[in-house]
């Protein structure tokens, strides 16, 4: 289904892009079409506030130049590993943190069929955010949700760019927060869409864990 939502010629587009951002910014959160506000520190902790990621496994979806594992390494973490189409992202990404053998950034299209390597929590920063050319974005958001929430053991972070904005740009996919949601929700009862650190943005937290307690009907394991 993936590889036939998420097409050659967009695969091509995003190439051609970053490709050009990286050439024009290097090593910078304008490279992955971030914009030059530097807030794709607060995106990190917003990610991954959610989740305890002390001795965890890390999987990054759309890992840029892999930057979240200075977040992640931080935080005590058993393993990260990246994933990322971009080759240039990868090689840069290696040359920073490759020494670190708790780092792995592979080139990877989540298009393709090879499955999610397993982990304990993904997280998503970006990759949702781009316009795909036949329009059907929220069936490549639920498949790359769905495969990466059968392939974690505790859960899913993913942002993306809201559609209550008063200006667009139309190389960006601007995502409805309810319709969203309901993606979430087919996934697991205990669900978190959050959107309080910046207007226009919001993440969705997945778990994988939603039993609760038939007596008084509360999460065995509440986030509160």
Not at 54 to 82: M, P, W
Not at 149 to 172: L, M, Q, W, Y
Not at 198 to 216: A, G, Q, R, V, W
Request: aromatic letters at 12%.
């Amino acid at each position: 289904m993936i590889d036939s939502v998420f097409s050659t010629k967009d695969k091509e587009k995003v190439l051609d892009r970053y490709t050009l951002k990286f050439a024009e910014y290097g090593h910078s959160e304008q490279s992955l079409g971030w914009g030059p506000k530097g807030r794709q520190a607060l995106r990190y902790q917003v990610l991954s506030s959610y989740w305890n990621l002390e001795n965890k496994e890390i999987l990054d979806i759309g890992a840029g130049f892999g930057d979240f594992f200075s977040n992640a390494r931080a935080q005590r973490i058993k393993k990260y590993t990246g994933l990322e189409l971009v080759p240039e992202f990868v090689d840069k990404g290696r040359e920073i943190y490759g020494s670190d053998d708790l780092f792995s950034l592979l080139e990877h299209d989540i298009s393709s069929p090879a499955p999610l390597p397993d982990n304990d929590i993904t997280l998503i920063s970006g990759l949702f955010n781009f316009a795909l050319l036949n329009g059907e974005n929220y069936s490549f958001i639920e498949d790359v949700l769905t495969r990466s929430f059968e392939k974690c053991t505790t859960g899913v972070s993913a942002n993306f760019i809201v559609d209550r904005v008063d200006f667009r740009d139309p190389v960006i996919f601007y995502s409805d927060p309810a319709t969203i949601l309901s993606i979430g929700l087919k996934l697991s009862k205990k669900v978190v869409l959050q959107q309080d650190y910046f207007p226009f943005e919001c993440t969705l937290h997945i778990s994988k864990n939603d039993s609760f307690d038939p007596e008084t009907v509360i999460f065995l394991e509440p986030n509160l």
